[in-house]
């Protein structure tokens, strides 16, 4: 199980010998899940979202498995109809999920070990995991660092809106904010329409 960044860095795993629990049995009893839900983790403070003065806490974006809440969002279940507004956000959820899936992808594909089944020890399966995903980190920041040019623009919160600052949203309301966001002048994309 791990988290990655929007770099394809991962930024957090665990690796243990779960195979007869669901993932997010699993990530609740590790201490990042503890950290998380009691806001001991170096989270940035909360930002507007981009062309509102709405300010929503960071969040790491999770499987429809896991619970929602403060920092972890997920997406809308699919067992029922949805609402064209609750499509739009689940897709762009699933298009923000791709940077996990894009970073085991590459480490599946540059080390070919990750073909089959470790046949190893679990003590050397697991130096071999956090080996490769060290090599993995160490060359995706050599590449950025390499480069003349990073695109990569920051946004600064807007202090100013003393009453958005101290709003306690419960995670549904984030959902339903983000949902209304995505849908909006403000933060929708001009193709979301096309691919849910």
Not at 17 to 23: A, T
Not at 55 to 80: R, T
Request: proline share 3%.
């Amino acid at each position: 199980m791990a988290i990655a960044d929007a770099k394809k860095s991962f930024v957090w795993y665990n690796i243990g010998d779960f195979s007869s629990l669901n993932d997010a049995s699993v990530f609740s009893d590790t201490d990042f899940a503890s950290q998380l839900a009691n806001d001991e983790l170096d989270i940035p403070p909360s930002r507007p979202l981009p062309n509102t003065d709405i300010e929503m806490p960071f969040m790491f974006i999770a499987d429809e498995i896991f619970a929602l809440s403060k920092h972890l969002m997920k997406s809308f279940s699919k067992s029922g109809e949805l609402a064209v507004e609750e499509k739009v956000f689940n897709y762009r959820l699933k298009r923000a999920r791709l940077c996990i899936e894009c970073a085991f992808g590459m480490i599946v594909k540059k080390y070919q070990i990750w073909q089959q089944k470790l046949k190893f020890d679990l003590t050397t399966s697991h130096f071999i995991v956090a080996t490769i995903i060290c090599l993995h980190n160490f060359l995706i920041t050599s590449a950025e660092n390499n480069m003349d040019d990073v695109n990569e623009e920051v946004v600064e919160g807007n202090n100013q809106n003393e009453e958005n600052q101290n709003l306690r949203l419960t995670p549904v309301q984030q959902r339903q904010l983000l949902t209304a966001y995505f849908s909006s002048d403000a933060g929708s994309v001009d193709w979301q329409l096309d691919y849910i």
